[in-house]
């Protein structure tokens, strides 16, 4: 079973940034694909990053491409989601989750674990 913890949401204020990390307990994390995802108040789960197994590819949404860079450290078994010039539309509850294959996907059905989640807000 694996594991998956976020961690480094909080309160910015617009304009400021966040790395958010993702720590995957599995021994399969080096050749799985992993995304983030967000989720906020009255609106569906969005899509936001996701990174192949090495690094190679990535993906992101349209509203956070040149503002949130996903990058992984197989060494460390842990994902990250650097958010810059964040937005109060950025605010939502944040997930990270793991695939059972090694290419990136989009559509939260193709993970199959997820984590908690992490606060982000950020105020104007």
């Known amino acids: 079973q694996v594991q998956l913890v976020e961690s480094g949401g909080g309160l910015v204020q617009a304009g400021g940034s966040l790395r958010l990390s993702c720590a995957h307990s599995?021994?399969?994390?080096?050749?799985?694909?992993m995304g983030w995802f967000r989720h906020a108040p009255g609106k569906a789960r969005d899509f936001v990053a996701a990174?192949?197994?090495?690094?190679?590819?990535?993906y992101y949404a349209d509203s956070v491409k040149r503002r949130f860079t996903v990058s992984r450290d197989n060494a460390k078994n842990t994902v990250y989601l650097q958010m810059n010039s964040l937005k109060p539309e950025d605010t939502a509850i944040y997930y990270c989750a793991a695939r059972g294959a090694f290419m990136i996907s989009a559509l939260p059905y193709d993970y199959n674990y997820w984590g908690q989640g992490t606060q982000v807000t950020v105020s104007s």
């Open positions: 599995g021994r399969t994390f080096s050749s799985v694909a």
């Open positions: 990174i192949n197994w090495n690094g190679g590819s990535r």
